[in-house]
C-alpha cells in the first residue's frame, strides 16, 4: 500500500504558481510531460534540466510521438523553454514561471439555445487556440484558424527559412489566395514548423519551390488534422463533413 511521506522528498512549488496553474487546463498527455520537467527540475532544486525522450516515456508512459506533441505545444504554449546548453544533443528544460505569459488553449465549449440548453447537432471544439465548428447536418469548410497573436517559434523558424533564400512568406500569402480565405486566416502553427523544417532538410533538392511547397503544406495539413481528430473529435472521424486543410487546399489549386 502506498504512503507517500514528505521526509521521503518532495516539491517545492510556490502557491502563487500552484495557483495559477489551477486556474488553466492543460491537455493531459501535455500535462503529463510539464508534470515531469517540474519533477526534474524543481524537484531537484535545479531551473534547468536535460531531459531526453526515453527519461519523458519512462516517467509518463507516453508513446513518444505523444511525448513529441507534447513538448512541442508547451513550447507553442509558452509554459516551458528548451535550449542546448553546453553544446550537448539533448535539450534542457525549464518551466516558464511568468504564468501571464502563457497562450493555453481554450476550454471545449457547447453551443446552446436562447433558453441555454445545449444543441444536439452543433459541436464546437477549441483545438491548440484553433476553433472549429462541426455541424453534422451541414457540411462545411471546418479549417482552424489561429490567434492573431503572433507565435516567436513560428516566426523565428520563417525568418530563417527566408534568410536561406526561400520566401516562406509570400509562399503562405499565396496559398491563402488561392484557397479564398481571409488575410486574419493562418494555418495552424504545427503545420508550418513541419513546412520549415522538410525545408531546412530537402532545401538542395528543390527545383520547383511553389509545387514543393504546396505538397508539403498539403501533406502536414493533412497529417495535423488526422491527430485532431484522433486525439480530440473519434466521433467524427467518419464522416463529419468538415473538409481538412489538404481538401481545401485541393480546392484552392482548382481555383488558380
Same mark, same amino acid.
Given at each position: ?10 516539491? =517545492? ?13 492543460? =491537455? ?20 534547468? !534540466? ?35 546548453? !553546453? ?18 488553449? /481554450? ?12 444543441? =444536439? ?6 483545438? !491548440? ?5 462541426? !455541424? ?45 480565405? =481571409? ?51 473519434? /466521433? ?21
Amino acid at each position: 500500500m502506498a504512503n507517500p511521506q514528505k521526509e521521503n522528498g518532495f516539491i =517545492p512549488i510556490s502557491t502563487e504558481f500552484w495557483e495559477a496553474w489551477l486556474k488553466v487546463r492543460v =491537455p493531459g498527455e501535455a500535462e503529463q510531460v510539464l508534470k515531469t520537467i517540474v519533477r526534474k527540475t524543481w524537484g531537484f532544486g535545479k531551473k534547468w !534540466d536535460r531531459i531526453s525522450t526515453s527519461q519523458f516515456i519512462e516517467s509518463t508512459r507516453l508513446s513518444r510521438r505523444s511525448v513529441e506533441r507534447s513538448r512541442r505545444n508547451l513550447r507553442t504554449w509558452n509554459l516551458i523553454t528548451t535550449d542546448k546548453k !553546453d553544446g550537448s544533443y539533448v535539450l534542457s528544460y525549464t518551466v516558464n514561471k511568468d504564468y501571464e505569459t502563457w497562450k493555453l488553449p /481554450t476550454k471545449k465549449t457547447h453551443s446552446t439555445d436562447k433558453k441555454g440548453g445545449k444543441l =444536439p447537432t452543433k459541436m464546437q471544439h477549441t483545438i !491548440d487556440n484553433r476553433y472549429i465548428t462541426i !455541424d453534422k447536418n451541414q457540411p462545411q469548410a471546418a479549417a482552424p484558424c489561429e490567434e492573431l497573436k503572433e507565435n516567436p517559434l513560428v516566426k523565428e523558424a520563417m525568418d530563417q527559412v527566408l534568410k536561406a533564400g526561400f520566401n516562406i512568406y509570400a509562399m503562405v500569402s499565396k496559398a491563402k489566395t488561392s484557397m479564398k480565405q =481571409p488575410k486574419d486566416w493562418r494555418f495552424p502553427d504545427q503545420v508550418i514548423l513541419k513546412v520549415c523544417d522538410a525545408y531546412n532538410k530537402e532545401k538542395d533538392k528543390i527545383k520547383e519551390p511553389w509545387p514543393w511547397f504546396i505538397t508539403v503544406l498539403r501533406r502536414e495539413s493533412e497529417s495535423w488534422f488526422a491527430e485532431q481528430n484522433i486525439a480530440q473529435a473519434q /466521433t467524427y472521424k467518419k464522416g463529419s463533413g468538415a473538409l481538412s486543410l489538404a481538401e481545401i487546399l485541393k480546392q484552392g489549386q482548382r481555383n488558380e
